[in-house]
């Protein structure tokens, strides 16, 4: 069955860097697109970056492009989430997902990275 398990989070300074990681198993993962999403207290779930399954295509949302990377690395079934310059807005509960073919969507238990002085 699908499963996704992020790690990397925690308590980090601002202006400092994480890199997070999602281990994926359970289903064709390096022909499957993938996504990191976030989730602060009290706000909407916001999508943060995409990548497909062959890893040279990613998109990453605009505001974010200049301090976040989504990469992967398909001999490891896992794809990363490099952040740096990190700031307190950034505080939130990071998530990977993968949808089916189908539609079915699948998110991990997420991580949570903390930025605060």
């Known amino acids: 069955q699908v499963q996704l398990v992020e790690s990397g989070g925690g308590l980090v300074q601002p202006g400092g860097s994480l890199r997070l990681s999602c281990a994926a198993s359970?289903?064709?993962?390096?022909?499957?697109?993938m996504r990191w999403y976030r989730q602060a207290p009290g706000k909407e779930r916001e999508w943060v970056a995409s990548i497909n399954g062959a890893g040279d295509d990613t998109v990453r949302r605009e505001s974010l492009r200049d301090r976040f990377t989504i990469s992967r690395d398909n001999m490891k079934n896992t794809v990363y989430l490099e952040m740096k310059d990190l700031k307190p807005e950034d505080t939130a509960v990071y998530y990977c997902?993968?949808?089916?073919?189908?539609?079915?969507?699948?998110w991990g238990q997420g991580t949570q990275v903390t930025v605060s002085s």
């Open positions: 997902r993968y949808r089916s073919v189908s539609g079915s969507e699948y």
């Open positions: 359970g289903f064709p993962f390096t022909s499957s697109g």
